[in-house]
């Protein structure tokens, strides 16, 4: 996959139909849910997103670039100290 970078985000379709994907890399979890635009979701810890706490929201435009910004998004999240 690693279209848009190295969190295999699926393609933009997905996120036209309102639809949701949820991944994790060690103790990072996050959400992206399409709809007038995209939302990512992100907390850390071994827990659902519905009982998280401290969850980071961030908007983005629901376009292909967004995709890739996403992607570095979830980099930069990731790498954060908490």
């Known amino acids: 996959?690693?279209?848009?970078?190295?969190?295999?985000?699926?393609?933009?379709?997905?996120?036209q139909f309102k639809n949701?994907?949820?991944?994790?890399?060690?103790?990072?979890?996050?959400?992206?849910?399409?709809s007038d635009d995209i939302k990512v979701l992100s907390w850390r810890g071994n827990v659902c997103l519905e009982l998280a706490e401290d969850i980071e929201e961030k908007h983005f435009e629901l376009n292909e670039k967004s995709l890739y910004d996403i992607n570095q998004y979830l980099?930069?999240?990731?790498?954060?100290?908490?």
């Open 75 to 82: 980099s930069d999240e990731f790498k954060r100290e908490v």
């Open 20 to 34: 949701t994907f949820k991944g994790s890399r060690e103790d990072f979890r996050f959400a992206v849910t399409g």
């Open 1 to 15: 996959m690693l279209k848009y970078g190295s969190w295999d985000l699926p393609g933009l379709d997905y996120f």
